[in-house]
């Protein structure tokens, strides 16, 4: 091959990772350090591999952080780099731009941050040309595609670009174009960002990679998360391959608990459903969100004890190692007969349509608009039932079964 690089994006070097699981102080601490540890496995890929080239695609920082220490860490670890003959290559993203460390960090020699305008970087005495435009304001409502220069023939041109591509349901608009326009720019790599979901396109001769974020801060950005490395043939043909950098891992799971009858059968049951979590391959810890679906008596006695169901599950993750129970959900089946006559007959009553459910989210409805005047106003939209009326049908629901659960108890 005649050109190796590591490529990664939407770094958000010590951004805090966000997880009800970070109660546990073992675990506070793990991820405290993990956008560092990842970037540093990063690095150490780098120079493992012994690649030409590393290139961060933008969002390397996160705007609202401040603290310089983390200026320090990453100048070190481009030193680290530079001190092996690697060369970095960094564009500004919409993060970045807003970014305090990012104007006031001096970083090492063969370290080079590209400006908003594409002053190419020869490599490989002149047969590889390495292109960046960096963000310079933090809303970049054009497509910045037309500032690249356009690949040169006989040249292998690696491009780098902070951009939403098409759009993402989850991402803001920043520096839109299309994949298609990209792939007719005559490039043989585009080195992409902001998009936090890996995907790899190949466009005729031209192959774009979002790597996705490296290491996930929450639970909706669970999932495995890499960066890549890629290798370039003197035709321009590009091998990329996943590498798994992250040390903790968010995922969501559905414990199947319907013939459980007792705890012992749960445990067993999550035993049983946790272990395949692990990879020997990725050194990662896992917090887990978990939606226990459960049937019958014992079905009630976990929706009725969920506490202490999160308890029992957390043992039974520790028994199969390095995982945390961030959350637990437990769901019931409607039809599930309940054994109390009074539940019973009650029950069949609201099976049978005979008590309007409608009204019932009608009431729910003032007393829910009540209680949402006294959260932040941040969290008002989030909450609002005239915006949101799967969140009124879910209390309803949750309602009636824990109105079914009291009777049926006794309580």
Known sequence: MMFRFVHTADVHLDSPLKSLALRDPDLAELVGVATRTAFRRTVDLCLSEQVDAFIIAGDLYDGSLRSMKTARFFAEEMRRLTEADISAFIIRGNHDAESVITREM?????????????????????????????????????????????????????????????????????????????????????????????????????????????????????????????????????????????????????????????????????????????????????????????????????????????????????????????????EIKESTPVENSRASDLSAIIESGKIDRGLIATRLQGDLLQLIQRLPAELRAEFDPNSNQDLLDRLTNDGITDLLLQIEHGD
């Open 106 to 330: 001096t970083l090492p020699e063969g370290v080079h941050v590209f400006s908003n305008t594409d002053k190419p970087i020869p490599m490989k005495d002149g047969a590889v040309a390495i292109h960046g435009v960096s963000f310079k304001d933090v809303l970049a409502p054009e497509s910045l595609l037309p500032k690249y220069q356009p690949g040169t023939p006989g040249v292998i041109d690696i491009g780098a670009m902070h951009t939403s591509l098409d759009g993402s349901p989850h991402h803001d608009v920043y520096a839109p174009c299309s994949t298609t326009d990209l792939a007719a720019h005559g490039y043989a790599y585009w080195a992409l960002g902001h998009i936090h979901k890996r995907s790899v396109i190949r466009h005729n001769e031209c192959t774009i990679v979002m790597p996705g974020i490296p290491q996930g801060r929450h639970i909706n950005e669970d999932g495995l998360k890499s960066v890549s490395l890629v290798s370039v043939a003197t035709n321009g043909a590009c091998e990329i391959e996943e590498r798994y950098v992250a040390p903790v891992r968010f995922e969501r799971l559905e414990l199947d608990a319907s013939d459980a009858a007792d705890w012992p059968a749960l445990i067993t049951a999550a035993v049983e459903t946790f272990t395949p979590l692990h990879d020997a391959t990725v050194d990662q810890d896992i917090i887990l969100r978990i939606t226990c679906r459960a049937g019958g008596s014992f079905g009630r006695t976990l929706q009725r004890d969920v506490e202490l169901l999160e308890e029992e599950l957390q043992s039974a993750a520790s028994r199969v190692g390095r995982i945390y129970i961030e959350q637990v959900v437990c």
